[in-house]
């Protein structure tokens, strides 16, 4: 299910590609919107919130349309909206800078819906291991992935850097049939996966997400200009998005019954759906939302995911620091070229919905 951590595609791939979409300095009026997302349990709400008409109802409130889209293809889907064929999607702080953000599309940070709270884990054969047992080891990962970064994160607070270990790539798809093998001691991956992985004998579990919080995050992006011409489409994502994550908070039949759609639109039972929950930080609530994306601590996370990035050459060729893209956040902060900002943390919208005025 969380192909969400998918392989990304070759940089220069996505330099190719926005090389031939014609991204105007300005968007204009528009009255119908295309939005897309794939499968993952941050993101079901969004599925859920389409198939009950809350999208809809939202929608006509701002006297507009949005068709949103489910797509079986993560990097496809964000690719697909570097290139403007959809007005916003949903993805990872990562791959927004390294990928519409580093291909030069004026991207916004609608929403930040939660962050990987134990849904990503680094993994070694035998008990009682520790990373430091990592050294001069080969580990299966999805390379310039989450999970990649992950690793990077873990192996600083062992004292220990990248050129200490071999990182072999491997799809997401391949993880569990490569850890099975012999040769293979160790990886890094995510839910569901990671917990198939963990639940086998003698697995030692060295580091997870739960240790780094905040740092891998799921949001719904939107293109800035877009947004900028029409404030309709923030208004009535986030009033949807709302809406449908406090309805399944709720202990109502209303919100069994959601978490119950929820868990079978994403292929598993309603305690499988529960337990990739427990290991997301969804924010339930605008209040929650907003204090995350105001944080201090958050200049900070992007700033570490841009050095990640830059180390791995995943920010543009030719780019000269992490700094080249410029990230800008609430009361005028911002990280990298102040000249050339691409990805914005903007509260406006959930801003609106804390204080009721949606």
């Not at 951590?5 to 926005?18: G, H």
């Not at 507009?64 to 290139?83: H, M, R």
């Not at 119950?260 to 039972?269: F, L, Q």
């Not at 050459?313 to 609430?330: E, K």
């Amino acid at each position: 299910m969380r192909s969400l951590r998918s392989l990304r595609l070759l940089l220069s791939l996505a330099f190719v590609l926005a090389s031939f979409t014609h991204t105007p300095a300005y968007a204009a009026p528009q009255k119908d919107f295309k939005i897309c997302w794939v499968l993952y349990a941050g993101w079901m709400p969004w599925g859920y919130a389409k198939t009950q008409g809350i999208i809809d109802k939202w929608a006509r409130k701002y006297d507009i349309k949005i068709d949103l889209v489910e797509l079986d293809d993560y990097v496809g889907s964000i690719n697909q909206y570097t290139a403007g064929k959809f007005d916003g999607c949903a993805m990872t702080n990562m791959d927004a800078l390294t990928i519409p953000a580093a291909s030069g599309i004026d991207s916004t940070a609608l929403i930040v819906s939660d962050y990987s709270n134990g849904n990503d884990g680094v993994l070694i054969k035998g008990k009682g291991k520790t990373l430091a047992d990592l050294k001069g080891q080969k580990i299966n990962l999805v390379q310039f992935s989450v999970s990649h970064y992950l690793l990077a994160r873990a192996l600083e607070t062992a004292g220990l850097s990248e050129g200490d270990v071999h990182v072999v790539n491997t799809s997401d798809g391949g993880i569990v049939a490569a850890f099975a093998s012999p040769a293979v001691h160790n990886t890094v991956t995510w839910n569901p996966m990671l917990a198939e992985l963990k639940a086998q004998p003698d697995i030692s579990e060295v580091f997870d997400s739960s240790q780094i919080p905040g740092e891998i995050m799921d949001m719904m992006v939107v293109n800035t200009n877009t947004l900028k011409d029409n404030p309709a489409l923030g208004k009535a994502l986030t009033g949807a998005w709302f809406e449908t994550i406090q309805m399944m908070k709720a202990d109502t039949a209303q919100g069994h019954s959601a978490l119950k759609a929820m868990a079978k639109s994403s292929g598993t039972d309603l305690a499988g759906y529960k337990r990739q929950l427990a290991t997301t930080a969804l924010f339930y609530t605008p209040q929650q939302a907003l204090e995350f994306v105001t944080s201090p601590d958050l200049p900070r996370i992007m700033a570490l995911i841009a050095q990640f990035s830059f180390r791995h050459g995943l920010l543009g060729h030719g780019a000269s620091s992490a700094n080249v893209v410029g990230v800008s956040y609430d009361h005028g902060v911002t990280t990298g070229s102040k000249t050339n900002v691409r990805l914005r943390f903007d509260p406006t919208y959930v801003r609106m919905a804390a204080e009721g005025k949606l």
